[in-house]
C-alpha cells in the first residue's frame, strides 16, 4: 500500500482496541446513502520508477528551447546551492511556524527575508511574503484603502503600463469590495505613464496611485514625479518592482521627496525557477507607520525565558486565526519555500553580486537592441531607456513571427497583440545574463529569417 | 546561538563563482533613475551559506524529522520521488507564457489532475488556479456572488459559517462583500439544525461548511441542512480542510454542496514548506460552471488549450498572475498517479483507522474526548479542562512538553468552542508503533503533571530556545535588523 | 474574583464608565483584562468624533486575542489616553486608573442602560460558568 505503513497484524490490533470488526465499521456514523464514492475511472497505481520514466518523456515535450519571454517571469542563473538547501525535509516538509521553539530554522530564516527585502526597498517593514506578485498588489490596495478608512469613495489609479494579468487579478480581487480601478494611459512614444493623464485626477479625493518599475514595457519610469504627485493629493504611493531591478534602480524607499508607502512585486527573479508560472512569491514592504495595515505573515524578533534571541510569528491579532471577519486579510500561509530559496539567493550573490546579475542582464538586452536595430521592417518601439526587456514592432503578425522562430527551437518573447491591440504588431523581448553573445547572434539572425519569410507568405 | 547572517557578514567577501565578471556599463539610464549606494545585504562566502542555512534547517521540526500530528493541516508524508518528478528540468524550465505546442507536458498533467479531482469531489468542473486554500474560499464565495447576480438577485448579502469554522471561512466571506452570521454548533458535535432554519432566508446567499467537521466529527444531517439552504435560495460551500477524512468514501457533490476547494497540500501531500506554498483548485456543480477562475486546460483533437475570459466571459477572473502554484499542481498529480484508484480509496480509512485507534488508547489512559459518544474522523479532540484545574497546567504546557520528546505538538485552542484543546491528526502515513510511542509520551506528561507540574509549565528544555516572550516580540517590534 | 468597585457603572461588553461632572470616563473592567492576558497594542477613537451607545470605537489587542470596544454611551469623544498608545499594559496594571480609554461628553443622560456593579458581578459569575 503506497505511503500506508501498516501491517496485516497492526490492522488486526489496532481494530480490537477500537473494539470494531473492520475498517468500515468506522464510517457507521455516515449515512449509508452518502458512501458512495467511485473511483473507477481513475487509473490504476504505478510505482516510482514508472511514473518517473512517463513523466521524463512529458518534461521533455516541452524542453530544449531558447526562452527570451519574460513578461512578469524571468529566466535568471540559480546557483545549485539554492535548492539543494531548499530541498531539505526540514525546511520543505514543516508546517507554519506556530510552535516557535520548534520552528527556529524557519523563524529565523523569515527575518533575515525581511531584512533583506526592507533593505533592497529601502523601506522599513516587510511581510513574510504573500503568493505571488499580482495578488500582492492587491493585498497592497487593500492596505492602501485601510489606511485611507476615511474616504468617501475609493478610487485607485492603475497605469495602463501595468502588467495586463496584474491589472485582472486586482481587478477579480478588489472589485468585490467597492473599489473603483481607474486606467491610466501611457505616451505612445516613450512608453511611459502620461503625466497629463494623471494631471485630470489634479486635486480629487485618489485613495492610491500604483507605480510599475520598469513597467510592463521594460521601460524605466518618471518614479520620482509620480511618486511626488501622489503624495501632493494625499493618496498612497504603491510601487510595484522587479526586486532585482531594485539592486540598480533606485528603491522605492527613495522616489520622490519623501518615498512611496508600500512597495510589492514578484520575487520569482530571486532564486525561483519558472515552473510554468509557480510557485512564486509575492513581497510586501512599507513604511513603518502602516505595519498594523500589513496582511500575512510577520516575524518578529524577541527572547527566550532565560534572555536567549529567538523568533516568534507577531502582530497575530491582525490575522484570520483571531480576528476572523475583521482580519487585514483571509490569507493565512505565506510562501514559505520559495522565500527560503530567496534569502539563500540573496545571501549568495550579495549586494554586488545582485547588482551584477541586473547589470548583466541589462547590459545584454542593450547589445541585443543594437542588433536588431540594424534588420529592415522591425523598430524598438519606445524611446526611453529599459531594463533587461524592450518592445519591438513588427509589420506582419506577431503570431506567424514566433511559429517561424519556434521552428528554430527559440520562443522569441510575448506577443503583445491581443493584450495591447493599439500598439500594432509587437513583440516584447527579455534578456537576462543567462544569454550570451552567440545566443543574442543566433536570435538576430533567426528573426531576421523569420521576419522576411513571414514576409514573403503575407505578400 | 546561531548566529544572523548579517552578522557573518565581512566587508569585500563574496561567493565569485556566482557572480558575472564584467565590467558592465549603465550609461544610458539617467544618474536620477539609478540606485546611488548597494543594498546591505550579507557579504558571504559560498561556504558561509550553505552552513548558515543548513544549520539553521537543523532548528526546525519537520515532517521528515518528527510525527506531526497537527489537527486540521494533515500532515502526512510528502513522497520524495514526488518532489524529484517535478523538479525536472523539462518543469523547471518551461516558461508559463510559452506557446501553447511548447507546453503540452505540463498541460497535460493538469489536465488529468483536473479530471480527478471532479471524479474523487463529484463535481462537474474544476479550476486548478487558486494558490492556496484561503484563495480557493474566496474564489468559491465570489463564484457564489457572482452567481447571485446573474441572477439579478441583489438582496442576498449574507454568508452563514459554523461557530466553530477556520478563519479563513468569515474572513474570505468578509473579502467578497459579504456580512458573515454564525451558526451554533449542538452538544452532540453537529450543527443546532432550528438555529440554521432560524437563519436563512431570502438574504442567505450561502453557507460554508467542512465534513466532518472541524470538531472531528461527521455532520450527519449534512442532507437537510443541504436542503433547507437550498430551498431558501442559498449556495452550499465545501471547504475541503478535512477532505482526506472522507476521500474515496463519500464526494461532497453527492452530500449537496454546489462549490469547494480542495487543499493540495493536506489531501494531495505536496510539502507545506514551512507555511507554503499550498494550493487550493476549485471544484463546482453545475450551475457555478460558468464562474470558475480562468486559466483551465481544456483537452481538444489538436492538444490541450487554455481557456481564458474570452471562453469563459462569466468567469470571476484571474487569481494570480499565470497559473497558479503550478508546481503544485505537478506534485498532487504525481501523487495521485502514484496512488492510482486502490491507493486514493485508502487514505480516509486509514486515516480514520489511526485517528480511532489513538483515540480508543487516550481514552483508555484517561484522556478525556470533546464528544464521548461520537466516532473519530481522520482526526479528534482530547479536552484538558480537568488536568488544568487539578494541576495548574495548560494544553499550551502539554504541548510544549511533547516538543521535548521530540513530537511536534497537535493544534492547541482550535476550535474555540473546546477549553483546552488539542486537536489531533495522526494521517494515514504514521505507523502502530509511532502511535503508540505518542500515546505513551502523552501519558508519562500527565504523570509530570501530577509529580512535577513546572515541568510543564515551563518546557521546552532541549530545544534551541526556552519558551519565548510574545508579548515583548509584540510591544517592541524589532521585524528587520538594524546594525 | 476580579475587583469590581461600587462607585462605577458597567456595560454588558466589558466597560466601565465613570461621571466626572459633565464627561464620563470609560476604560474596560478588570475581568476583561484579566481575561485577554498582557496587552499588547490599543487603537483609540479620534477625538471629538461622536459616538453612539453601543458603536465599535476602539480595539484592545493581547498575543492571542484582540476586542472590540463598545461605547457605553452616546457622546462626543473629548480626550484619549495617549499614554496607552506607547504602554498599552497600563489597563493590565491599573484598569481603573491609569488605564483608562477615553473621555465622553454624553448628549443626554443615556447611562441607564449599565448595569449596576452588583448586576455586572452577577454577570461575570455566570459567564464563568
Known amino acids: 500500500m503506497p505511503f500506508i505503513p501498516h501491517t496485516s497484524e497492526d490492522i488486526k490490533q489496532m481494530l480490537a482496541t477500537i473494539n470494531v470488526v473492520n475498517i468500515q465499521q468506522l464510517f457507521d456514523e455516515i449515512p449509508k446513502d452518502l458512501l458512495t464514492a467511485d473511483l473507477s475511472s481513475l487509473p490504476l497505481g504505478v510505482t516510482e520508477m514508472e511514473l518517473m520514466r512517463e513523466m521524463r518523456e512529458c518534461a521533455n515535450q516541452d524542453a530544449g528551447l531558447q526562452c527570451f519571454i519574460g513578461a512578469g517571469a524571468y529566466e535568471h542563473h540559480i546557483p545549485a546551492a539554492v535548492w539543494d538547501i531548499v530541498g531539505r525535509g526540514e525546511f520543505m516538509t514543516a508546517y507554519t511556524p506556530y510552535q516557535a521553539e520548534a520552528s527556529q530554522g524557519t523563524l529565523q530564516l523569515l527575518y533575515e527575508y525581511q531584512t533583506m527585502m526592507a533593505r533592497l526597498m529601502d523601506l522599513n517593514v516587510s511581510n513574510a511574503s504573500l503568493y505571488d506578485g499580482a495578488s500582492a498588489l492587491a493585498e497592497a490596495i487593500l492596505m492602501a484603502v485601510r489606511i485611507q478608512r476615511k474616504h468617501q469613495s475609493h478610487r485607485v489609479l492603475i497605469p495602463r503600463t501595468l502588467h495586463p494579468y496584474y491589472r485582472q487579478v486586482i481587478h477579480a480581487i478588489v472589485s468585490q469590495q467597492n473599489i473603483e480601478l481607474i486606467e491610466i494611459a501611457f505616451n505612445e512614444k516613450t512608453g511611459r505613464t502620461d503625466q497629463k493623464a494623471l494631471a485630470a485626477f489634479d486635486k480629487q479625493e485618489i485613495t492610491a496611485l500604483v507605480i510599475p518599475q520598469p513597467n510592463f514595457f521594460g521601460v524605466i519610469e518618471e518614479v520620482d514625479l509620480l511618486t511626488d504627485w501622489a503624495k501632493t493629493q494625499n493618496a498612497i504611493a504603491v510601487a510595484v518592482v522587479n526586486p532585482l531591478a531594485m539592486a540598480l534602480l533606485k528603491p522605492p524607499g527613495q522616489w520622490g521627496k519623501t518615498g512611496v508607502d508600500i512597495a510589492c512585486g514578484e520575487g520569482q527573479p530571486l532564486g525561483v525557477p519558472l515552473s510554468s508560472g509557480g510557485p512564486y512569491y509575492g513581497f510586501l514592504t512599507c513604511k513603518k507607520e502602516h505595519v498594523r495595515q500589513l496582511p500575512g505573515r510577520i516575524i518578529g524578533r524577541t527572547v527566550d525565558a532565560e534572555g536567549k534571541q529567538g523568533f516568534v510569528l507577531t502582530l497575530q491579532a491582525r490575522e484570520q486565526h483571531i480576528r476572523r471577519a475583521k482580519a487585514t486579510s483571509n490569507i493565512c500561509t505565506n510562501q514559505g519555500l520559495l522565500v527560503t530559496a530567496s534569502t539563500i539567493y540573496m545571501s549568495l550573490l550579495g549586494p554586488e553580486g545582485l547588482r551584477q546579475v541586473a547589470l548583466a542582464s541589462h547590459h545584454q538586452l542593450r547589445l541585443l537592441k543594437e542588433k536588431v536595430a540594424q534588420l529592415a521592417d522591425v523598430k524598438i518601439l519606445f524611446s526611453s531607456p529599459c531594463f533587461h526587456e524592450c518592445v519591438l514592432q513588427f509589420k506582419t503578425p506577431v503570431k506567424k513571427i514566433l511559429q517561424a522562430l519556434a521552428t528554430y527551437r527559440i520562443q522569441g518573447g510575448f506577443n503583445l497583440q491581443p493584450v495591447y491591440p493599439e500598439l500594432g504588431e509587437c513583440l516584447l523581448v527579455c534578456v537576462t545574463e543567462t544569454k550570451t553573445s552567440e545566443d543574442l547572434e543566433q536570435f538576430v539572425r533567426r528573426l531576421r529569417e523569420a521576419v522576411s519569410a513571414v514576409r514573403e507568405v503575407c505578400v | 546561538m546561531t548566529q544572523l547572517i548579517f552578522e557573518l557578514s565581512q566587508q569585500h567577501r563574496r561567493a565569485a563563482s556566482q557572480i558575472p565578471a564584467a565590467n558592465y556599463d549603465c550609461s544610458d539610464i539617467p544618474a536620477e533613475f539609478l540606485r546611488k549606494t548597494l543594498p546591505r545585504l550579507p557579504e558571504v562566502s559560498e561556504l558561509d551559506v550553505v552552513r548558515h542555512f543548513t544549520q539553521l534547517s537543523q532548528r526546525n521540526f519537520s515532517i521528515d524529522t518528527h510525527f506531526y500530528p497537527l489537527g486540521s493541516c494533515t500532515m502526512k508524508y510528502n513522497p520524495r520521488g514526488v518532489h524529484r518528478m517535478a523538479m525536472l528540468e523539462g518543469f523547471l524550465q518551461h516558461h508559463p507564457l510559452s506557446l501553447e505546442v511548447h507546453s503540452q507536458g505540463f498541460m497535460a498533467c493538469a489536465y488529468e489532475l483536473q479530471e480527478m479531482l471532479k471524479a474523487v469531489t463529484g463535481m462537474r468542473a474544476v479550476s486548478l488556479t487558486p494558490m492556496a486554500g484561503a484563495q480557493g474560499e474566496f474564489a468559491g464565495v465570489a463564484m457564489i456572488r457572482a452567481y447571485h447576480r446573474a441572477r439579478a438577485d441583489h438582496a442576498r448579502d449574507e454568508i452563514l459559517v459554523p461557530d466553530a469554522a477556520h478563519g479563513t471561512n468569515p474572513a474570505s466571506a468578509v473579502q467578497c462583500g459579504f456580512k458573515v452570521r454564525e451558526i451554533a454548533t449542538g452538544s452532540d458535535g453537529n450543527m443546532d439544525i432550528d438555529a440554521l432554519r432560524a437563519a436563512v432566508g431570502p438574504h442567505t446567499a450561502g453557507i460554508m461548511l467542512t465534513n466532518p467537521s472541524t470538531l472531528g466529527v461527521f455532520e450527519q444531517k449534512i442532507r437537510e441542512m443541504s436542503k433547507i439552504i437550498h430551498a431558501a435560495g442559498g449556495l452550499l460551500y465545501y471547504d475541503g480542510a478535512n477532505l482526506n477524512a472522507i476521500l474515496g468514501k463519500v464526494r461532497p457533490g453527492d452530500m449537496g454542496f454546489d462549490v469547494m476547494h480542495i487543499n493540495l497540500h493536506k489531501t494531495f501531500a505536496t510539502p507545506h514548506g514551512g507555511g507554503g506554498p499550498g494550493g487550493g483548485p476549485v471544484a463546482v456543480g453545475e450551475r457555478l460552471v460558468p464562474f470558475l477562475p480562468v486559466p483551465m486546460v481544456q483537452k481538444t483533437a489538436d492538444g490541450f488549450r487554455w481557456l481564458t475570459e474570452t471562453d469563459c466571459p462569466e468567469t470571476i477572473g484571474r487569481l494570480s498572475t499565470f497559473m497558479g502554484n503550478a508546481g503544485i499542481i505537478l506534485r498532487a498529480y504525481f501523487y495521485a498517479r502514484l496512488l492510482g484508484r486502490e491507493g486514493l480509496h485508502r487514505v480516509a480509512e486509514f486515516a480514520t483507522l489511526n485517528a480511532n485507534y489513538l483515540l480508543a488508547k487516550l481514552t483508555a489512559a484517561g484522556f478525556t474526548p470533546a464528544y464521548v459518544t461520537r466516532r473519530a474522523s481522520h482526526e479528534f479532540i482530547i479536552t484538558l479542562k480537568n488536568e488544568a484545574k487539578t494541576f495548574h497546567i495548560t494544553a499550551l504546557d502539554v504541548a510544549k512538553r511533547l516538543l521535548d520528546y521530540g513530537f511536534h505538538a497537535p493544534t492547541m485552542y482550535f476550535p474555540l468552542l473546546i477549553p483546552e484543546c488539542l486537536l489531533i491528526e495522526p494521517t494515514e502515513t504514521e505507523s502502530k508503533q509511532t502511535l503508540d510511542a505518542f500515546a505513551d509520551v502523552l501519558i508519562k506528561i500527565m504523570q509530570e503533571a501530577k509529580t512535577n507540574p513546572a515541568l510543564l509549565q515551563t518546557a521546552p528544555h532541549t530545544l534551541p530556545v526556552k519558551r519565548l516572550d510574545d508579548v515583548k516580540a509584540a510591544r517592541e517590534l524589532d521585524l528587520v535588523y538594524i546594525q | ?129
Open chain 3, 1 to 129: 474574583m476580579s475587583n469590581v468597585p461600587k462607585t462605577l457603572k458597567y456595560s454588558k461588553t466589558h466597560e466601565w464608565v465613570r461621571k466626572d461632572d459633565d464627561v464620563f470616563t470609560v476604560g474596560i473592567t478588570d475581568h476583561a483584562q484579566c481575561m485577554l492576558g498582557d496587552l499588547v497594542y490599543v487603537e483609540l477613537p479620534e477625538p471629538e468624533i461622536t459616538l453612539e451607545f453601543g458603536q465599535e470605537c476602539a480595539v484592545v489587542e493581547s498575543v492571542k486575542a484582540a476586542a472590540d470596544i463598545y461605547c457605553p454611551l452616546s457622546g462626543e469623544v473629548v480626550e484619549i489616553n495617549e499614554a496607552l498608545l506607547e504602554h498599552p499594559q497600563l489597563i493590565n496594571q491599573d484598569p481603573y486608573g491609569k488605564g483608562w480609554l477615553f473621555r465622553v461628553r454624553p448628549f443626554d443622560n443615556a447611562s441607564n442602560e449599565l448595569l449596576t456593579p452588583a448586576e455586572y458581578s452577577k454577570q461575570v459569575a455566570s459567564e464563568a460558568h
